[in-house]
């Protein structure tokens, strides 16, 4: 995308460059497009353009606590997941099992992207099986078939369905190829010396894979364990990565954008991820996330655990959604908590997406009503 104006201007009272030193009294706030790669000015406010102390419309922040949303061990393979957010290039879904599957899955309509955020298991696949554990990211592309078995524990899990194919970023020949994930690091499943034994056909000997495509289910029965292959060969398989494998980009001296953090690519959204990190240590530099405009992306942020330094309110197990065309930064006080500590101890998960997302029917009954405006509570702005 080229640039609106042909120079970079500096008019009025500025910081001494963009994120460092930012004028007592002044936020920083970024207004760009194509995220935080495209045309780009900085605007310098006395106030926060989120100091509003009401939002009525479709634009409004929303913050959920998913830890009120319970879906049930379910027979349909859809009902064993709740629905967030979703367009035409993913769907961002809950599933709280307990229990294992009573089928195999095959979702025909793309990849899927499940980040753990408690709870242990294996995904039995097609390849063999891999163990999982909190903090894990499990990728299934499209058509693997796959069972989860959890360990009796709930297994709370966040599903992003990718309509594109997900690959790792490209980082570029100044970082190379083992900048962030080293490729050894991801773990491929082990083909099976014989069928699982766990899943045993039921009293029939029936073995069911439901397969998912253009969001309707059609069943496969067979008289025997579908899981049948020994080995297999190629590039295209089940993987998993642990958040404690992440080795982020950071820089002392700049407050890089959330870009840098990305771990998977998706075609028209990415997935970044936040974890433990040092702090900025010059004194002139910002420390904490930027305000900045979604001109361009829908912004969702999934809080797995951790000190949420740029958020105030938000515990572990919730989600945040800031739609493009929407201002949003840090609340009131983060700059001084971040301050006192050296490190941005925290897991999150990010997702920026092209295409406008839409709420599912009945997640709201999880929303904290007083989110919206938190930023002008916290600037006393509001009662409460």
């Known amino acids: 995308m080229p640039p609106y104006h042909p120079a970079m201007e500096r008019k009025g009272r500025v910081a001494k460059a963009t994120h460092v030193g930012i004028p007592d009294g002044l936020t920083e706030e970024e207004h760009g497009r194509a995220a935080f790669a495209g045309p780009v000015s900085h605007l310098y406010r006395t106030v926060p353009a989120t100091a509003w102390v009401d939002v009525d419309g479709p634009l409004r922040p929303l913050a959920l606590d998913l830890n009120r949303l319970a879906p049930p061990d379910a027979e349909d393979a859809e009902a064993g997941r709740t629905l967030l957010l979703h367009n035409a290039d993913l769907r961002v879904s809950l599933s709280r099992r307990r229990a294992p599957t009573p089928y195999a899955v095959r979702n025909a309509d793309g990849d899927e992207v499940v980040f753990v955020h408690h709870g242990?298991?294996?995904?039995?696949?097609?390849?063999?099986?891999?163990?999982?554990?909190?903090?894990?990211?499990?990728?299934?592309?499209?058509?693997?078939?796959?069972?989860?078995?959890?360990?009796?524990?709930?297994?709370?899990?966040?599903?992003?369905?990718?309509?594109?194919?997900?690959?790792?970023?490209?980082?570029?020949?100044?970082?190379?190829r083992h900048a962030v994930v080293d490729p050894s690091v991801v773990a491929t499943p082990e083909p099976w010396s014989e069928p699982p034994a766990d899943w045993d056909g039921g009293a029939e000997g029936r073995w069911r894979v439901r397969a998912q495509r253009l969001g309707e289910w059609t069943t496969f029965t067979y008289p025997h364990n579908p899981f049948t292959a020994v080995g297999w060969a190629g590039d295209l398989a089940p993987w998993r990565l642990h958040t404690s494998d992440i080795r982020p980009i950071g820089s002392h001296r700049f407050h890089l954008p959330p870009s840098v953090h990305t771990t998977f690519r998706c075609g028209r959204f990415d997935i970044a991820t936040f974890v433990p990190r040092p702090f900025e240590t010059d004194p002139e530099s910002l420390r904490v996330p930027f305000f900045h405009a979604n001109v361009d992306n829908d912004e969702v942020i999934f809080y797995s655990r951790g000190d949420f330094f740029s958020r105030k309110g938000i515990g572990e197990g919730w989600l945040t959604l800031h739609?493009?065309?929407?201002?949003?930064?840090?609340?009131?006080?983060?700059?001084?908590?971040?301050?006192?500590?050296?490190?941005?101890?925290?897991?999150a998960v990010m997702i920026e997406c092209v295409a406008p997302l839409t709420v599912a029917d009945g997640v709201k009954t999880a929303e904290d009503p007083d989110y919206v405006t938190s930023w002008a509570r916290g600037m006393g702005l509001v009662d409460g």
């Open 323 to 347: 739609p493009q065309g929407a201002p949003h930064g840090p609340q009131p006080g983060a700059a001084e908590r971040a301050a006192t500590k050296t490190m941005a101890d925290e897991i």
């Open 120 to 176: 242990a298991g294996v995904l039995q696949t097609d390849f063999g099986p891999l163990d999982y554990s909190a903090g894990d990211y499990l990728v299934i592309p499209r058509g693997v078939v796959h069972r989860w078995v959890p360990d009796g524990a709930e297994s709370f899990l966040l599903v992003v369905e990718s309509t594109a194919a997900v690959t790792l970023p490209d980082f570029g020949p100044l970082l190379g």
